[in-house]
């Protein structure tokens, strides 16, 4: 009997982790080298461009927490982008310039939000969960677009970018860039840490069998609801950032093709590999510019490639990936 | 006495069909009582509102003198009820140690900790690895649930509930599907386990009733029409009527043991 090899720590999990940090360390790396390319090929938009790519890289990251790990497809995640975005807009209308004021509004607001319309969601499962979902993301929608205080419709631009502790460092791109993607890679570590958790470890096997986590003694909704409300709040930090980001604030940000492109995002790159949708954002949004120079049924583009990496690839782009470079069985 | 488990007067209906009509049954803590009685019987049904799956349209169940009828799934889980299902149940994609560990992070302080590698508890894993290595799947521990055999699919069910720390444990057919070796492994395990638990056990193989039980009840059409020693109901002549009869092989067999 090897009981004592046995208790030891898995082998393969701990080549999978290294090989994980690995991909997310060469991959923000990368990231960190944009500004540099932009300043070589003397193309300050390109800076502007990927702060918006990394903006809904947290915003997939943070729905890939609840589809990927919890099976929540939520289809109105958009919304908490709109809030964090609307905070920022709002507050600045009334002269509250700073962006840690603005983040707390965001967050508060979308727990909120995410607390109501989860524990109703909750009660349903499958496309139900979807549909409820949709339909609260476009109550936000259209809630917004009534604001006609706010711009309504036509949404807002903002004179400046939000202040941090009185000072106005970000109305420098390169700033605001390095800014996002810090808090890209903070919001990465920590959703690597929520997954590996007990609370992480409790969402998983609810995602497996919630019959089980019940026949074991837990309340799976508390958790369920619980995520919710997280990947609802780290969504709404991207918002604040777009809000930045394009200095414009629109009710067309929280629509429900934004929640679908997220959903697409996470997918393409791979669900429930919190990299994967950080993967899918980039992918998507450059292709979404590079195919609108072509044609203006882009999206048409984009629904192929989606049908043939979920066929040939059901783990996304970070399956493909980890065949291609992962250990071999 | 006081009962662990008391049934009172349960009555389920799935449409027309009664499938617990009128169920009464104590269970004494250390007893191990076996449920038999012949597919469609409502055994499974019984099971699962005793373990709060299913809400029993009338009746009671007492659970260490206290009303526990309306109670969740979870809530008599954490009072010490376990629960093992005829189809296997268990997170596939999750380790052996992990499946156990996680019944063990059930009972073991609060849940909602963001931070900390739950796989690096020693606390959950020493604990877990206490239930494997009592079904005997301790060399097992790393491997993913899924790439299980049946048999050991059932050892794992079996230390999953154990890792609860049950005061009655509610096995629904712990021997469905085992081949040979796998049933006398089993039925070594529940031989270990019994006079230290508390246990109805719900099963169609009478070998491992007859060898088990103190005593059996059976359930026809969601009655109990005898309840004895093993003896007892393998007299019993309406008993031999309404379902050993089509067993007879099986019956004999165990008889002679
Ligand atoms: N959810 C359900 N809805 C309708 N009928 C059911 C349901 N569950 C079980 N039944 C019926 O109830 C009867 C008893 O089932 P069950 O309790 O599984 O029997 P056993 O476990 O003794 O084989 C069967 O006739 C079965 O078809
Ligand atoms: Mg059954």
Redesign the interface.
Known sequence: ???AS??T??TA?RVRLLSRTVAASAIFVLMALIPVVSHLSDDPFLTLAFTRILVFAIAALSLDLILGFGALVSFGHAAYVGFGAYAVGVLMRHGVTDIFVQLACAIGLSAVFAAITGAIALRTRGVYFIMITLAFGQMAYFFFTSLSAYGGDDGMSLQNRSTVLGSDVLESNLVLFYVTLGTLVGLYLMAT??V???????L??TR??A?????????PFR?QL?AFMIAGCMASVAGVLLANQAEFVSPAYMSWHRSGELIVMVILGGVGTLLGGIVGAVVVLLLEEWLSIFTTHWRMGLGLLLILVVLFSPKGIGGIFERVFGPRK | MSARLEIRDLQKRFGALAVTDGISLDIAPGELHAVIGPNGAGKTTLVSQLSGQLRPDAGQVVYDGQDITHLDMAGRVRRGMARSFQITTILHGFTVLQNVALAVQARSGSSFRFFGRADAEAGLNDAAMVFLRQVGLADRAQDIARNLSHGEHRQLEFAIALATAPRLLLLDEPFAGTGREEAAQLLDLMQQIKGTQTILLVEHDMNAVFALADRVSVLVYGQIIATGTPDEIRANAEVRGAYLGEEETTASGAAGC
């Open positions: 009997m090897s009981a046995s208790a720590e898995p999990p840490a929520i590996n958790s007990r609370f992480g470890r409790v998983q096997g497996e069998d019959l089980r986590m019940q026949a074991i003694g837990f309340r958790y619980a």
